[in-house]
Each structure stands twice: as C-alpha cells, then as structure tokens.
C-alpha cells in the first residue's frame, strides 16, 4: 500500500500516467492500421490465388443425383456375418 499512497503523493505521477496513455494508444493504433493493412493484402493474395470462378466459363456437368453406390457385401456394423455358428 505505501507504494500506491506514494504515487498518490507524486506530483508528476499524472503527468507520466498521461504521456503513457498517449503512447499506449498510439501504439494501439498503429497495430490497428497494421492489422486492416495485413487483412487487406490477405484478401488481394486470396483474390489471385483463388479468383472466383468466372460465370461465362462453360460449367462442368453437374454429378448425377439418381446414381447411387452399390450395397455393402459385408454384414453391417454390429452384425455377424450369416455363416457365423453361434
């Protein structure tokens, strides 16, 4: 506790706490502005590694909905084959 009464008592303790707050947001808003900076060459990079797909290209043929995939041959999980002796 003596140390935060002498603080307190410092004349220059608002002084110096109000420069560190200058520079503390200062300092927050250059990360900040690094940070749109970093976002916005993230999605210029995104843009030309993986343009979006353009729309007069001729489309591929789209997967056929009523095909299926043929039946297991094996018993279902949990299930012993039928020549099994139990």
Known sequence: MAGL???AQDPLAL???TQ?????DAALSQL???MD???????AAAQVLAPPPDPNA?????????QTT???SGPAAGEKPPDSKD
């Open 20 to 24: 560190h707050t200058a520079e503390s």
């Open 70 to 72: 043929p039946a297991a």
């Open 58 to 66: 001729a489309q591929a043929p789209a997967a056929d909905a009523t």
């Open 15 to 17: 002084e110096k706490l």
């Open 37 to 43: 900076t970093a976002e916005e060459r993230s999605k």
């Open 5 to 7: 009464t002498d603080l």
């Open 32 to 34: 900040e502005d690094a």
